[in-house]
């Protein structure tokens, strides 16, 4: 199992910028990609982006060209950097990981005012 504590969420203006860690713990070796996800409320959770062990990266539409995801395996950590964020981007992003399973951290908000 793995466990995931995200940080980084808060309350900033549109078009402002934050940064979302996760730091992994556990069984860190069967991980093959992490993600961020998010919801908003009344909707669906919606992948964000991920990237492999193997460096990969995907992006949903929405964040293409706004947001970075990127991994720092010394520390067991991955971010995401939001870059150019609007309202719309209001949610709870959640991190993932995939092995064995899924395994889910709980979440940090994200709340961007117009």
């Known amino acids: 199992q793995v466990q995931l504590v995200e940080s980084g969420g808060g309350l900033v203006q549109a078009g402002g910028s934050l940064r979302l860690s996760c730091a992994a713990s556990g069984s860190i070796s069967s991980i093959n990609a992490m993600g961020w996800y998010r919801q908003a409320p009344g909707k669906q959770r919606e992948l964000v982006a991920f990237?492999?062990?193997?460096?990969?990266?995907n992006y949903a539409g929405s964040a293409k060209g706004r947001f970075t995801i990127s991994r720092d395996n010394a520390k067991n950590t991955v971010y995401l950097q939001m870059n150019s964020l609007k309202p719309e981007d209001t949610a709870v992003y959640y991190c993932?990981?995939?092995?064995?399973?899924?395994?889910w951290g709980q979440g940090t908000q994200v709340t961007v005012s117009s």
């Open positions: 990237i492999t062990d193997g460096g990969s990266t």
């Open positions: 993932a990981s995939l092995g064995s399973r899924w395994d």
